[in-house]
C-alpha cells in the first residue's frame, strides 16, 4: 500500500500522468498516476489517503521547487496535468462526500482579459491542495463572479489579470463583489498585480506565485 502511494507521489511529481505519456523519459513505459491511483484504489488505500499521502505532498514539492526556480512552466503543468489524471479517479468521492475538502475557490480571469495560463496553474495548484475548484474561465464579469459566491457560500474568490488595462477592470469587480457580499475573501494575482495595488483596490490578499496562494489558503483552513 505504502509502495502505491509513494509511487504515486513520485509520478506526479515528475509529471507522468499515464502509461501512455512520454513523459519524463525515465519513466517510459511504466504506469502514470492515473493507472497508480486505480491501483491503489483497489488495493484498498481510501480516496483521503491517495489525496492527503501521495497528491497533495507532491504537489506542495512542485510547488516549492517553482517558487525557488528549481523548475518552470512547463514541468508544473506536467505534473498538474499528472495531479488532474489522478483526480478524475477520485472525482466520484469528492461528488459522495466521501473526501472532505478544505473549502471552495473560485477563480476566474477577469473582464477583457482572455489569459489563463496563470489561473490556470494557480487553479491546479490549489485544487492538488485539497480544495474544491469552480474555474470561471476568462473574459469574467462582476455578474459571473457574484452569482459563483452566491452559489458557493463562504467559497474563496480569486481574480488573474495579465494585462495593465485590465487592471482597471480588476479594480470594479472586486467593488461590485465587496458590494454585493462585503464578508466574500478576494485573492488577486497576475503579472501587473503587487500588494500595492491590492490594497488600494480594496481586495483581501496578494501572492505572487501559485505556492503563496496554496500556503496562504492552507493558512486559512488550518
Same mark, same amino acid.
Given at each position: 500500500? =505504502?509502495?502505491?502511494?509513494?509511487?504515486?507521489?513520485?509520478?506526479?511529481?515528475?509529471?507522468?500522468?499515464?502509461? /501512455?505519456?512520454?513523459?519524463?523519459?525515465?519513466?517510459? +513505459?511504466?504506469?502514470?498516476? @492515473?493507472?497508480?491511483? &486505480?491501483?491503489? $484504489?483497489?488495493? +484498498?488505500? &481510501?480516496?483521503?489517503?491517495?489525496?492527503?499521502?501521495? $497528491?497533495?505532498?507532491?504537489? %506542495? #514539492? #512542485?510547488?516549492? /521547487?517553482? @517558487?525557488?526556480? /528549481?523548475?518552470?512552466?512547463?514541468?508544473?503543468?506536467?505534473?498538474?496535468?499528472?495531479?488532474?489524471?489522478?483526480?478524475?479517479?477520485?472525482?466520484?468521492?469528492?461528488?459522495?462526500?466521501?473526501?472532505?475538502?478544505?473549502?471552495?475557490?473560485?477563480?476566474? &480571469?477577469?473582464?477583457?482579459?482572455?489569459? %489563463?495560463?496563470?489561473? =490556470?496553474?494557480?487553479?491546479?495548484?490549489?485544487?492538488?491542495?485539497?480544495?474544491?475548484?469552480? %474555474?470561471?474561465?476568462?473574459?469574467?464579469?462582476?455578474?459571473?463572479?457574484?452569482?459563483?459566491?452566491?452559489?458557493?457560500?463562504?467559497?474563496?474568490?480569486?481574480?488573474?489579470? $495579465?494585462? &495593465? *488595462?485590465?487592471? !482597471? =477592470?480588476?479594480?470594479?469587480? !472586486?467593488?461590485?463583489?465587496?458590494?454585493?457580499?462585503?464578508?466574500?475573501?478576494?485573492?488577486?494575482?497576475?503579472?501587473? !498585480?503587487? =500588494?500595492?495595488?491590492?490594497?488600494?483596490?480594496?481586495?483581501?490578499?496578494? *501572492?505572487?506565485?501559485?505556492?503563496? #496562494?496554496?500556503?496562504?489558503?492552507?493558512?486559512?483552513? @488550518?
Amino acid at each position: 500500500m =505504502n509502495e502505491l502511494l509513494e509511487k504515486l507521489h513520485e509520478v506526479v511529481e515528475l509529471g507522468k500522468a499515464d502509461a /501512455k505519456s512520454p513523459f519524463p523519459p525515465q519513466l517510459k +513505459g511504466q504506469d502514470g498516476a @492515473s493507472e497508480i491511483t &486505480t491501483k491503489a $484504489l483497489e488495493a +484498498g488505500v &481510501t480516496p483521503q489517503e491517495i489525496l492527503e499521502q501521495a $497528491l497533495i505532498p507532491a504537489m %506542495d #514539492v #512542485v510547488g516549492k /521547487k517553482f @517558487s525557488e526556480n /528549481k523548475i518552470f512552466v512547463p514541468q508544473m503543468l506536467m505534473s498538474a496535468r499528472a495531479m488532474g489524471a489522478a483526480m478524475v479517479q477520485l472525482k466520484p468521492f469528492f461528488a459522495s462526500g466521501e473526501i472532505k475538502t478544505k473549502g471552495t475557490f473560485i477563480i476566474g &480571469t477577469v473582464k477583457g482579459d482572455l489569459h %489563463d495560463i496563470g489561473k =490556470n496553474l494557480v487553479a491546479m495548484m490549489v485544487e492538488g491542495s485539497g480544495w474544491t475548484v469552480v %474555474d470561471l474561465g476568462v473574459d469574467v464579469p462582476s455578474e459571473r463572479y457574484i452569482q459563483a459566491a452566491k452559489e458557493h457560500p463562504g467559497a474563496i474568490l480569486a481574480l488573474s489579470a $495579465l494585462l &495593465t *488595462t485590465t487592471m !482597471v =477592470n480588476m479594480g470594479q469587480i !472586486v467593488a461590485d463583489i465587496k458590494a454585493a457580499s462585503p464578508e466574500t475573501f478576494i485573492f488577486i494575482g497576475g503579472a501587473p !498585480v503587487n =500588494n500595492e495595488f491590492c490594497k488600494k483596490i480594496g481586495a483581501d490578499a496578494y *501572492t505572487p506565485d501559485p505556492q503563496g #496562494v496554496v500556503e496562504y489558503l492552507n493558512k486559512m483552513a @488550518s
